[in-house]
């Protein structure tokens, strides 16, 4: 071979090398209908993920982390709903598989393992942690997977690929105030405490108090702690110096936990108020469990299980035959209502002939009022907007299953569209 023929061979194969590879981040860029897809027999277009006989669904979570318990309950969760869908026949005549990742907790790890997942899976029913989602929502939008967070951040917002369910932590907390200002005497002039992590969950749930704690005429005092910190002791004795009448915390369950303990030890007994992430039952077998039960209430997008919904009752059922021994906590119900959204979305999607990634974002959006039986109704069809905006009153009950009994039903909390209004 001479070294012109030499020359032009090489160049030829580096041109093809070029159009390939031209060509795969052509197709990732346009996410689910440029990458891979096409027509079944049916005449439902398909992409990554999906198969004529499967649809393939990825879970980002944490197994071995801060928030394993967590974890673990919203992945059998969602297992459970995925063996019940399968049972009844699969949804557009394809079975559900679930693929988990463990990342810990790591946001690394969590950037590592959505490499690996996201060219297999049409969406993500479960990503757990607003650092984990925040780090990956340039990738999620670009590949147009729709995936459900863990996560409630205000910041998550405005997404097309990305739906936060239910509340975010600033109307958790602005309906956290107006619940202390309704029943528990916090009044004009008064302070209350706000103990938060710092990050995205923390910050933002203090921007709900603060704004509603100045349209009632309350003063917030906050405290920023980190999410390693389990000894609230310094923390308290801040507050407790401050006068506060009533306390909120946006943290995690260990830290709601040490909270209470130490404030009921060192004579501040005053109301404690966190949202769903703040509170675990597995608390109430812990030394803090007195003071839990006596002193803290949990605003919640999601009802609480032993609401009496048929819905939530024969979720709790299925849950333990399946998984006998487990416990049924918040994070059973979350997981396997965020699943039965998820259903919803690809049943819609198949009705519309697109299985795609774009096709399935499209469906989502297109729903106003999807209601599973599971709490109160999601409207998905502005991603600016949280996709409820009424929440429940709980209170930690070492009876009840799933540890919290209601207090008050879902309901819209005063102001809440005012600060929207000022917010966007």
């Not at 049916?42 to 071995?64: E, H, K, Q, S």
């Not at 063996?83 to 690394?108: F, L, M, P, S, W």
């Not at 998905?380 to 209601?406: I, Q």
Request: glycine fraction near 10%; hydrophobic fraction near 40%.
């Amino acid at each position: 071979m001479n070294v012109r023929n030499r020359t032009t061979r090489a160049a030829l194969a580096l041109s093809l090398a070029l159009l390939v590879a031209a060509t795969g981040c052509s197709s990732k860029a346009k996410g689910g209908d440029g990458d891979g897809a096409a027509a079944t027999a049916g005449g439902v277009r398909t992409g990554p993920g999906v198969t004529a006989d499967t649809i393939r669904l990825g879970a980002l979570t944490d197994l071995t982390g801060p928030y394993a318990t967590l974890g673990k309950s919203i992945v059998q969760a969602q297992q459970l709903w995925a063996d019940q869908t399968n049972a009844r026949g699969g949804i557009c005549h394809r079975k559900i598989e679930i693929v988990v990742k463990d990342h810990g907790y790591d946001v690394q790890k969590a950037v590592t393992a959505y490499a690996d997942l996201a060219p297999d899976v049409v969406a993500l029913p479960q990503v757990i942690g607003s650092p984990v989602v925040a780090a990956l929502l340039d990738d999620i939008e670009r590949d147009q997977i729709l995936t459900f967070p863990q996560a409630w951040s205000a910041s998550l917002l405005g997404k097309d690929a990305v739906q936060v369910l239910g509340t975010t932590y600033d109307i958790d907390t602005l309906a956290a105030v107006d619940y202390l200002t309704r029943t528990r005497h916090i009044k004009k002039g008064d302070r209350i405490g706000h103990v938060y992590f710092e990050g995205d969950y923390g910050d933002n749930a203090l921007e709900g108090s603060t704004w509603a704690a100045k349209r009632a005429g309350i003063t917030v005092v906050g405290q920023k702690i980190q999410a390693t910190d389990t000894d609230l002791t310094a923390q308290v004795a801040a507050l407790a110096r401050a006068g506060v009448k009533a306390v909120l915390i946006s943290a995690g369950p260990a830290q709601t936990a040490s909270l209470a303990g130490v404030a009921a030890a060192t004579g501040l007994k005053v109301p404690v108020v966190t949202s769903a992430p703040g509170y675990a039952p597995q608390l109430l077998k812990t030394q803090a469990a007195p003071a839990l039960v006596a002193m803290v209430s949990i605003v919640s997008a999601a009802p609480s299980l032993d609401s009496g919904l048929p819905g939530v009752k024969a979720m709790v059922a299925a849950y333990t035959r399946k998984y006998p021994g487990s416990t049924v906590d918040s994070g059973v119900l979350s997981g396997y209502n965020a699943a039965r959204l998820m259903g919803e979305d690809l049943k819609k999607a198949c009705a519309a002939g697109s299985l795609t990634r774009a096709g399935l974002v499209e469906a989502h959006r297109a729903q106003t009022h999807l209601d599973t039986g599971l709490g109160t109704p999601q409207d998905f069809s502005d991603p600016s907007r949280p996709a409820a905006l009424s929440t429940y009153v709980l209170k930690p009950d070492p009876k009840a299953a799933g540890g919290t009994t209601g207090v008050e039903d879902a309901h819209r909390a005063p102001g809440v569209e005012e600060y929207l209004g000022q917010r966007s």
